[in-house]
Structures are given as C-alpha cells and as structure tokens.
C-alpha cells in the first residue's frame, strides 16, 4: 500500500548497532502498529500507537521501542541488535473512526542481523 | 487470550477452487479478516466480516463463517496462478483495534 511507505526496504548490520526503521503514512490514520514477521510464525505486534501521545507495548516489545513524532510518523528502534531480531519488519495503520476498522500495511523492512 | 490457527499449505490446479481455513477461539462479537501476501511485499487487504454475519462475497472471494465451532473459511473460485502467495486470517474482538493473525496459509497454484 502506497500510502504506508517504510524506509529502508532493506538493511543489513551487525550485533550491538543501534537501528531505526521509519514508516509514514499519508492515510491521515491516527492509530500505528508496528509488527515482526518470522517464516513460520506469522505476524507478532511489537508497539502500537492510538495517536500521538499514546504509546503501548504488544505481544514482544522487549529490546524494541518506539517513537510516534507525528500523526503521520511511528518509528522502530533496536538500541543493541542482536541475531535473532533478523526478520521481516511491517508498519499498519488504521482509521479510529468505526469500529475495528481495518488494517492497512507498507511494504515492509527486512532487517538482517549478522 | 485469542489463537487463531490455519492449515500451513494448500496446493490447487487452476482453475479449480481453494478453500482456505481458519479457527479461532475469541468467544464474545469480533472481526475476522483475510490478507494477501505476495513474495516480498506488505499485507493486502482482502475482505472481513463481523461476527454476527454467515457469508460475504466479493467477486471470486467467499467468505463462510461457523460462528457455533468458530470456523472461517476463504473460498476463491476459479483460482489462478496469480493467487499463488500467503493468506493470513486475522481476528480482533469488537472496539479493539489489535489484530491476531495465523501462522499464514501458503496457497500454490499449478497451471
């Protein structure tokens, strides 16, 4: 979806970097997720926020935070990385207007950790 | 807590009809939603239904809710290989905006 862009698509670093993966949306949703993707797994929620000044932690959000800078802006941060945050990184977005309107998600990040 | 659970792999002809599934165990009003994986990109949407529905169709897609042994399931008719990707099944209940998805379906399409 257009309209979540995350940077970068791809990255590579070493253990004990510090990383930041940026997702904007052009939606005007207010409500931001942040998830993992492992083969096997699915999809696992890491933070999400409801607006600017809400931030809350999901199913895995130890060795992850996040920073909401604007309606339009939700950032990841690993302050150490370490080998088994390699995986498949999504950003979503959703509308708070209705109820348990749907999820919209970007492209992705795939973050290798060597 | 909620678990949603989906067979892993699901191969077809084309032509033929897929059915995908999907259980869940969130017993008061919720949202079921499909997603679309294809290789190296996001999720796409493709459709949801309240609870208190039995069926929505759009177009090629079906999607059949059991809500006595909380089964969903995704039809989609006339399969091409162009449907060949991952399919999630997500479920949140009623004012919560968090999803729980599946494992994923792999769909293989063979010509």
């Known amino acids: 979806d257009a309209d979540v862009t995350q940077t970068p698509r791809n990255r590579i670093t070493k253990t004990g970097k510090r990383i930041m993966l940026e997702c904007s949306q052009t939606k005007g949703h207010d409500r931001m997720y942040w998830y993992r993707q492992d083969p096997g797994l699915g999809l696992r929620l890491i933070y999400y926020?409801?607006?600017?000044?809400?931030?809350n932690k999901g199913e895995i959000s130890d060795g992850y935070s996040v920073s909401r800078q604007a309606q339009a802006k939700f950032s990841l941060s690993l302050e150490s990385a370490i080998p088994n945050q390699t995986a498949l990184y999504f950003c979503?977005?959703?509308?708070?207007?209705?109820?348990?309107?749907?999820?919209?998600f970007g492209d992705g990040t795939r973050l290798s950790i060597l | 807590g909620e678990d949603v659970e989906q067979s892993l792999f699901l191969s077809v002809r084309e032509g033929d009809s897929s059915v995908i599934n999907c259980t869940y165990t969130?017993?008061?009003?919720?949202?079921l939603y499909w997603y679309k994986q294809e290789p190296g990109a996001g999720l796409q949407l493709l459709t949801y239904i309240f609870s208190n529905m039995d069926m929505k169709q759009d177009q090629r897609l079906t999607v059949l809710l059991n809500k006595k042994d909380k089964h969903l399931s995704l039809r989609i008719a006339d399969t091409q290989t162009g449907d060949s990707a991952i399919y999630f099944c997500?479920?949140?209940?009623?004012?919560?905006?968090?999803?729980?998805f599946g494992k994923g379906t792999m769909l293989l399409v063979s010509p």
């Open positions: 979503a977005t959703s509308d708070q207007q209705g109820s348990n309107q749907p999820q919209h």
């Open positions: 926020s409801f607006d600017v000044k809400d931030i």
């Open positions: 969130d017993s008061s009003s919720t949202y």
């Open positions: 997500a479920e949140a209940p009623v004012g919560y905006s968090t999803l729980t």
